[in-house]
């Protein structure tokens, strides 16, 4: 039988897979695709520049031996980067790399209209009438690297944004996007991001900003009639982070506006961060034009954070504060609180709180009376792993027969309510919950939605099961 490119990579694939942690291989392989086979030189596609230096810098002894049992000593590897690109309606841009070159690969130089800049330049972020741009840039410097630990969770993010703070406006993922749920850390990256640029490259101008401000500010603009200041003003900045970018969904003029700043921006080497409780593909009334610009760099999701990483978290709290705790007491509310850093870092200040106030002994007793009241007394947010339970629950099912490749209809059924269910409690992506519901891709994901849909406007029995659920999952 002869060998495919497709075949190559798959066993390439399942070496890797038994050699890697689960995480870094769906961070870093799972994106790939296989693309050509000529002779002993396999060609495979990665998503952009970032993702081949990682992949050399990181991967490469142990994709040599994936390919050498595959093809033989001779065995080469080529890399196709894509970038996408939508000015003119040009094709997507690739370049093909040996594995041992290292030039640099840059998109299309295009031209977009920008307005000239003006001298009387209105600072929103000054005393008018000063003429400084010494900008305050709203940082705040309690965000930092040093207190944004490592984890499986948010390595691909934690890693690009060390990147862009040691070459800000210099990497291939500009813009860097960084998506994710409520309360797992995208605000505190990008602050910290920002902070450590101020730090290494004093003479860059750093603004964070919250998409609503920014939208108020526009605004306001238009109402005065000093909409170019206002553009202007943002055409200064070297390094623009915008938080909760899915704010402007249905704004078209602050996206008109917006995106405008960001084609200057990005064209005179500019950096750009976004954060989003969102992947680009799972935005909703944001115009492609935007959307395409937002694909152009990386998106890095932040995932809820492991066990392991939770400890870490709780530890760190423990020192920075002084507190010492007994080691099970770290673990149980690790092991009980899963959904967030937030709540991992509120549930263990209120024990903290609770045992100095109180004067009482930190004990397991007094962890499971302080997270009990803590879960309670905050808005449960629900995640995919609840969700999975309380339908394998209902259907009496195993979780692992629901996340299974059966296609019995049963479990078909219940695993598409899962997803659908996921879709609309939570704010993961598609992606996310396809990968934690029997690692599926997104297509399945929006597929389950619609046949759930369906089947609600004609199928009695299926819709009690979609108002039981509902029931169950509002409580």
């Known amino acids: 039988m002869s060998k495919t490119a497709q075949s190559v990579w798959e066993n390439c694939l399942s070496f890797i897979k038994d050699n890697i942690?689960?995480?870094?291989?769906?961070?870093?392989?799972?994106?790939?695709?296989?693309?050509?086979?000529?002779?002993?030189?396999?060609?495979?596609?990665?998503p952009s520049k970032f993702f081949y230096e990682w992949l050399e810098e990181h991967y490469v002894k142990l994709l040599k031996v994936a390919l050498t049992k595959e093809l033989g000593p001779n065995a080469k590897l080529l890399y196709k980067i894509k970038m996408e690109n939508s000015y003119n309606n040009k094709l997507p841009f690739t370049h093909q790399i040996p594995s041992n070159d290292r030039q640099a690969v840059k998109p299309q130089e295009v031209d977009v209209p920008i307005v000239q800049k003006d001298p009387e330049l209105k600072n929103p972020f000054i005393i008018p009438g000063i003429r400084n741009i010494n900008i305050d840039s709203q940082l705040n410097s309690n965000y930092s690297f040093d207190n944004f630990l490592e984890g499986d969770s948010n390595r691909l993010a934690r890693s690009a944004g060390m990147a862009v703070a040691n070459k800000p406006g210099g990497t291939s993922f500009n813009p860097l996007l960084i998506f994710g749920g409520v309360g797992l850390g995208k605000t505190h990256l990008a602050h910290a991001i920002g902070v450590e640029i101020k730090e290494k490259h004093p003479e860059k101008t750093v603004l964070y900003i919250s998409a609503e401000i920014f939208t108020q500010q526009y605004i306001e603009s238009v109402k005065k009639n000093t909409r170019n200041d206002f553009i202007h003003f943002y055409q200064l900045i070297d390094v623009l982070i915008i938080d909760?970018?899915?704010?402007?969904?249905?704004?078209?003029?602050?996206?008109?506006?917006?995106?405008?700043?960001?084609?200057?921006?990005?064209?005179?080497?500019?950096?750009?961060?976004?954060?989003?409780?969102?992947?680009?593909?799972?935005?909703?009334?944001?115009?492609?034009?935007?959307?395409?610009?937002?694909?152009?760099?990386?998106?890095?999701?932040?995932?809820?954070?492991?066990?392991?990483?939770?400890?870490?978290?709780?530890?760190?709290?423990?020192?920075?504060?002084?507190?010492?705790?007994?080691?099970?007491?770290i673990e149980y509310v690790a092991k009980n609180i899963k959904s967030n850093v937030r709540e991992l870092e509120g549930a263990i200040i209120s024990l903290i709180a609770q045992s100095s106030f109180n004067k009482k002994e930190v004990t397991?007793?007094?962890?499971?009376?302080?997270?009990?009241?803590?879960?309670k007394n905050i808005k449960r947010e629900i995640s995919v792993d609840y969700i999975q339970k309380i339908i394998s629950d209902y259907f009496q099912l195993d979780i692992e027969t629901l996340q299974s490749k059966t296609r019995k209809r049963d479990v078909v059924q219940a695993r598409q309510l899962a997803m659908f269910f996921a879709k609309k409690y939570t704010k993961n992506s598609l992606a996310s919950i396809g990968s934690q519901i029997g690692n599926r891709d997104h297509a399945t994901v929006l597929h389950a939605c619609k046949t759930v849909d369906n089947l609600v406007s004609t199928d009695k029995q299926f819709r009690k099961f979609v108002d039981d659920l509902n029931k169950k999952l509002s409580q």
Do not use: C
Not at 24 to 39: G, H, M, N, R
Not at 366 to 375: C, G, I
């Open 21 to 46: 942690q689960e995480q870094a291989y769906k961070t870093w392989f799972e994106p790939i695709q296989s693309v050509d086979l000529t002779d002993n030189a396999l060609s495979i596609q990665v």
């Open 364 to 375: 397991i007793e007094l962890a499971k009376q302080v997270v009990e009241k803590f879960v």
């Open 244 to 329: 909760d970018v899915q704010f402007l969904s249905g704004k078209s003029g602050t996206q008109d506006v917006f995106f405008h700043i960001f084609n200057h921006l990005h064209q005179n080497g500019k950096q750009v961060i976004l954060t989003s409780d969102k992947a680009p593909v799972d935005m909703q009334d944001i115009e492609q034009r935007l959307l395409s610009r937002f694909k152009w760099g990386l998106s890095a999701e932040l995932h809820q954070p492991d066990y392991e990483t939770r400890i870490s978290i709780l530890k760190n709290i423990l020192y920075r504060d002084g507190v010492e705790m007994p080691e099970e007491i």
